[in-house]
């Protein structure tokens, strides 16, 4: 994968994987596909951010919207592996709380 790309993978029914830089510019994308993939997916749902390279505020959005969609579809969602960058911006927001739960 290059610089600036990412993706997300699904493992099995529960489990997936985002990998890459998580942007302004891949951060649209990954949302979509979220999207698309929370409709058919299982009640429980794993999500790996071991292979973030790299993320700022707009995959803290990411997350959020995650969380949305998995409300939305009655899906419970955790998060393993999150990156230290995405809690400290949750932190700033005062939401690192709620974001620390998912994990």
Not at 66 to 94: C, D, S, V, W
């Amino acid at each position: 994968m290059q610089q600036g790309q990412a993706e997300i993978t699904q493992h099995s029914n529960q489990q997936y994987n985002i990998s890459g830089t998580v942007d302004l510019t891949t951060a649209p994308e990954l949302i979509r596909k979220a999207v698309a993939l929370f409709k058919n997916a299982d009640k429980k749902i794993n999500i790996d951010l071991s292979q973030v390279t790299s993320s700022n505020s707009a995959a803290l959005a990411l997350i959020l919207e995650m969380l949305k969609q998995a409300r939305k579809n009655q899906i419970e969602l955790h998060f393993e592996h999150l990156p230290e960058t995405m809690l400290t911006i949750a932190k700033a927001y005062g939401i690192d709380r709620e974001i620390r739960e998912l994990t």
